[in-house]
């Protein structure tokens, strides 16, 4: 039974507060025409959220408490759709009621979970061949604004060999919104593709809905047999709202005004990610921009210690040198014989040539090794760093011993003689 009440006690900015009994946190509610949801319980004195704001509404206004939390429609026809981090459609399209389930649930039980072992390909040689996504895994993207990470993610949306993709935008400026929304229409990726996104001119409670709901509906995905793969822009957006609530509550800040409690909000997303036993999977990829390009503001550094590893993407690039998939070693021995000596081979080479770089910079004088690892380097961010490129693994691991052969003797790569004999280019008369 639901329950009215028609006193409002105070309203501070989108926040009402209001006396009322049997109320849960996370419950939804009516104040007015507006939805809003329970963020703090104090004895019989609750606050709730409102999620179009406060304006218009007076003390005089009925709440009505519905007696659950937030909810999303699951099924088939998700697919395809764009919504926005209330549930309501963005796309003109219907609103979907059937089969409501609740969002932010809690994560799945460990000894229900398989190791993860399937390799996710992308077609981006910087992450299949140096730094494999791995099924189930969870793992940042560490950036700083200004950085192509959108674009990342649209390639990432378009290419992954996986079932079901989920993006989630948080704060999104409205002109990233239509590019991810017009890329994956072009591409033909939308048909496998659910969009929750929240942008900057949106409710804020709204942009902490956002990964909950891509994360409930990619769980049912999952457990209906799916491989599903969850892209989240951008966290950081996700940890201010969660600040700006904690201090429209007048909570204590912890580090740089942040809630306590960022650790166990953030945490409580990325363990969603899961292999289940004789069902589908969910992976997490999410993008954290680094204010300032600072990896010990609060939002990377609590993430740091969640995640599998992180992406580092700086000028344009996924770097070789920081960025690290935990997991890759679970999966590229099973791909190709020589993936993952010729991995470790060509960074080895490649930190040998950023300090040929420094040496040229410094106007020392360049022998003829240090002339081989100029060009080396060259031709390894023009061909596999670029993230414009896009290849299978295998074709990027041919690839990388055409490099390594056009500018290096094979005795001076360091790799294994059987493997060198297996792999190494066979050079024409003509040339």
Not at 22 to 51: C, E, H, P, W
Not at 133 to 144: D, G, N, T
Not at 361 to 371: C, I, P, T
Request: aromatic share 8%; glycine share 8%.
């Amino acid at each position: 039974m639901q329950k009215v009440y028609t006193k409002i006690e105070s309203i501070v900015g989108n926040v009402v507060t209001v006396r009322a009994s049997d109320v849960r946190l996370g419950d939804l509610a009516l104040v007015g025409s507006s939805y809003a949801n329970v963020i703090k319980l104090n004895k019989d004195l609750v606050t709730l959220q409102v999620f179009s704001g406060t304006q218009g509404v007076s003390t005089t206004d009925p709440v009505r408490f519905l007696g659950r939390p937030m909810m999303v429609s699951f099924s088939e026809h998700l697919l395809g759709r764009i919504f926005d981090g209330a549930g309501v459609p963005r796309d003109n399209g219907p609103a979907l009621t059937e089969n409501m389930i609740p969002i932010g649930g809690p994560s799945v039980n460990p000894s229900k979970r398989t190791v993860p072992n399937k390799m996710i390909r992308t077609g981006i040689p910087m992450i299949d061949v140096f730094n494999t996504l791995v099924e189930s895994q969870k793992l940042p993207i560490f950036s700083v604004s200004g950085e192509p990470y959108n674009q990342l993610l649209s390639r990432i949306a378009m290419q992954a060999q996986v079932d079901v993709i989920v993006l989630g935008g948080m704060g999104l400026k409205y002109d990233d919104y239509l590019f991810f929304r017009d890329t994956l229409e072009k591409s033909g990726a939308m048909g496998r593709t659910v969009m929750f996104i929240h942008t900057a001119s949106d409710p804020t409670v709204e942009c902490t809905l956002v990964p909950d709901m891509a994360l409930a509906v990619a769980e049912q995905f999952a457990l209906a047999g799916k491989r599903v793969l969850v892209l989240l822009t951008d966290m950081t957006n996700f940890a201010d709202a969660q600040k700006e609530m904690a201090i429209t509550m007048e909570q204590v800040p912890s580090n740089r005004g942040y809630p306590g409690d960022l650790y166990s909000c953030l945490a409580s997303r990325y363990e969603k990610a899961v292999d289940f036993e004789d069902a589908g999977s969910i992976t997490i990829l999410g993008v954290t921009t680094m204010p300032g390009d600072d990896v010990t503001h609060p939002v990377p550094d609590n993430t740091g210690y969640i995640t599998e590893g992180q992406y580092y993407l700086k000028n344009g690039h996924i770097e070789p040198f920081g960025s690290l998939s935990r997991l890759k070693q679970n999966v590229n021995g099973k791909t190709r014989s020589d993936h993952r000596a010729l991995m470790d081979g060509m960074i080895r080479l490649y930190s040998a040539y950023k300090e040929s770089l420094e040496k040229k910079s410094m106007g020392f004088s360049m022998s003829e090794w240090d002339e081989k690892l100029l060009k080396y380097g060259h031709l390894f961010e023009t061909k596999l760093m670029d993230l414009s490129v896009n290849i299978p693994l295998e074709e990027a691991l041919d690839l990388g011993w055409e490099i390594l052969a056009e500018c290096f003797e094979p005795n001076e790569t360091g790799l294994k003689t059987s493997l060198i004999q297996e792999r190494w280019p066979k050079r024409s008369a003509a040339e």
